[in-house]
């Protein structure tokens, strides 16, 4: 039987983040994930699932020692951002020069983030990966919770933290509740060359009942497309041809970048808002997707995450150093409270979002196209709302 202080449930990037984030603190970690990653081939056409890492994400894959690596393979640096509504006149934009920034972000791979994690969590001494990892069974009890792999593999830890995603089991086991809800979308992905350069600027437009996010790749004429659409057109998208596809994408993208081409195969993901009840209990705490899943619209999903984790850690080192149990939940609460009111402010913009930018009633078009006109000129307004989306008002103690 091995025994650990912290056993990690799910070794995605969220997970592996909070892995790194812990060595040094004086607990052993165990990472349980049930696939071995495969190495990345540098000259693969760019994967699919790309995420916009915001300052906040930089912060913590700098302060994880892992930044300069990713930076140094394929990523796209943003310097602009660009939101409008189709056949309308509102539309904001913002640029990093006249805001005092010198880049809003970047568009990286996840196969990339999660490579330079899992390199790095194989050289923290107090790390011990484990995959494959097929779970059986966890229990509860006073001072230890108990983990059982199908191999026989039994674990002990005195926490036992769920990365495992979106369905997560570890929630699942631990029979915490959870508020879901349909967004009755779909999100398309694909890689797109276009015929203009994207010029390192982000752009999105509302249309209909779509949302069509252009974000640009290190390649000036490559973009990663996230298109969400009502599960119908979704799928009538990913079925055409690449032709009526092309065109489609095109109109749909107001020709902002000229001809578009699809390079790559479509995917589809059902999109779908989670919110889990807790987010801690007795010897068990959530992160990442295991706790919440939001629309990919202002592409804050694993930003969020990454924040959960970078909380997690200011408690966990805090409760080590303090010589505390952190597997109580009493010492667990103040990570909960935190990260259940990020998440659920976050959960609401995109709520409200998705209500204001839905349907095509000329009045509330009107309203919403009066609204960004009024965010995009009003002082003071676009900082604001910039300071958000870096993830700047809400820095965990941990980057401050
Ligand atoms: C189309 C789309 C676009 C997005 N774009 C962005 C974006 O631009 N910016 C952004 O911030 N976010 C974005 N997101 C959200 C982001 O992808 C997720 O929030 C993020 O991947 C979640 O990371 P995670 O580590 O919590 O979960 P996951 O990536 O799901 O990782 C979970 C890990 O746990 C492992 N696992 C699962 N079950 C078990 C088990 N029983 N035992 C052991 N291991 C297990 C899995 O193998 C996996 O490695 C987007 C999401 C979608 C769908």
Redesign the pocket.
Known sequence: MQSVDVAI?????????LACGLQGSGLRVAV????V?EPLDQDAPPAL??????AA?EKLLTHLGVWSNIIARRVGRYHGMEVWEKDSFGRITFDDQSMGYDHLGY?IE?ALI?QALWEKAQQCKDVTLI?P???QQVAWGENDAFLTLKDGTMLTARLVVG????????RNKADIPLTFWDYHHY?L?ATIRTEEPHQAVARQVFHNDGIL?F?PLSDPHLCSI?W?LPPEQAKAMQQASDDEFNQALCVAFDNRLGLCEVQSERQV?P?TGRYARQFAGHRLAL?????H??H?L?????????MDVAELITELRRLSREGKDIGQHLYLRRYERSRKHSAAVMLASMQGFRELFAGTHPAKKLLRDIGLKLADTLPGVKTQLLRQALGLNDLPEWLR
Request: charged share 10%; net charge negative.
């Open positions: 449930v799910g070794g995605g990037m969220v997970g592996l983040a349980l994930e049930q696939t990653p699932r790309v995420s916009a890492i915001n994400s568009i996840n999660h995959a990892a097929e779970l990365a495992d995603g979106a369905n997560s089991w570890l999100a992905v996010a974000l996230v969400s993901y999109l992160v990442g997707d295991a706790a899943t939001i990919p202002a592409g804050q999903g694993v930003n969020l995450g990454f």
